[in-house]
């Protein structure tokens, strides 16, 4: 009796370890921290709950500049993850590397699974689709820059709280309002290029570069010196100068400055809500971003940020229906949904908006739908269905460079946008000599 126990037994654990070693890792090397960490952990776990074939792992590989080159590196040494999650400005720079991913809408096809790009939101899919239509990365976290505030602030500075500035002229008479009251840091912006450049530049319907920024062709040529940037640019260094404007980097460190209190008004992305609704103790409310009522047609709509997951070449047929699987779970309504109430990002299907709305939560969290409202304010022209410059990881350092160098007081703005746009043309003709053809 003993023996035929243990005989069963050592079957049993034998047919688990076979088990637990069909079961094939998918390696999804990502750039959300804290707070979205752990929801991409979340969303990892229950996909793997939800079936036994398959085990997604998260690994968080830093900011999206240094995953991106960690994974661009990795592929070439041989062993790149099977999942990537690259941030917008490297859609270009994927693109040109055939051979090294996998297009989406391939994958999808290819392992049977349900995928439809006009299920996406228009600012969503076209970003990430070549000129047929067919989608070559997997959109995943996308948001938009939208403008928080401090109520308390607001309250303390004698400023309506219900009424966040709609222009720039009224967001200067609160930024002096707010200083009068005693307020330190007044205002900080994260992702100074994608916020003052990129998104105004759509937000107002004026263009960034040639060729419809980029995607008409790799022949582009950057815009970002005209005088409506120049005056632009120029406002942020007089705010800067008066200390209504705090500057805190180039990524997200501004998002910090504002969930601690220290900052009344800030402009990030959507997906800082989750850090800022874990550690905010104070009121604070989710506006649209500021336009110059001055400029014919604003507002228009914002563009996308954020990222979307590209599939690394050289892998098995098993794991690219892993993949393919994953994706799919991925796209359900409710999935999208859960992502999107729990971190701030847009839900990037028109399903899984439909959905929220009808769940209440937007009539129960008043701006939760603003990032939503401000894509889809207009439909985007030519300027601002977004863009797409070669090696724009370093474009934008460059745009960044000149935009710090007015803000601390060094130029003036009309020289470092030209400087600006000098040095990122250098690098727009570098890239096109390395992809021509």
Known sequence: ???????????????SVSGAQAQTEIQWWHSMGGALGDKVNELANKFNASQTAYKVVPSYKGSYPESMTAAIASYRAGNAPHIVQVFEVGTATMMAGKGAVVPVYKLMKD????????????????????SQGNMLSFPFNSSTVVF??????????????EKAPK?????????????AAGQQCVYTSG????????????????????????MAGIDTAFQVNSPLHVRHVAMLGDMAKKGLLTYAGRRNQAEAKFASGECAMLTSSTGAQANIRRTAKFDWSVNMIPYHDDVKGAPQNSIIGGASLWVMGGK?????????????????????????????????????YDLTRKSGFYDKNPGADIAIKQLMNKPPTANSKGLRFGNFVQGREVIEEEMEAVIMGKKDAKSAMDEAVKRGNDILRKFEAANKG
């Open 1 to 15: 009796m003993n023996r035929k126990f243990l005989l069963v037994a050592a079957l049993a654990t034998a047919f």
């Open 111 to 130: 392992a049977d699974e349900p995928f439809d790009p006009k299920a996406y939101i228009g600012p969503v899919s076209g970003y990430y689709s070549d």
């Open 148 to 161: 928080y505030i401090n109520k308390d602030a607001y309250k303390k500075a004698g400023l309506d709280t």
């Open 167 to 179: 222009t720039w002229k009224e967001f200067l008479a609160a930024a002096e309002k707010l200083k």
């Open 191 to 214: 992702w100074p290029s994608w916020m003052h450049i990129e998104n105004f530049s759509a937000w107002h319907n004026v263009p960034i570069g040639t060729k419809e920024n980029g």
């Open 316 to 352: 098995t047929n098993n794991a690219y229906k892993g993949i393919a699987k994953f994706f799919a779970f991925l796209s359900k309504p409710e999935i999208q949904m859960e992502w999107h109430i729990g971190t701030g990002y847009v839900p990037i299907t028109k399903a899984a």
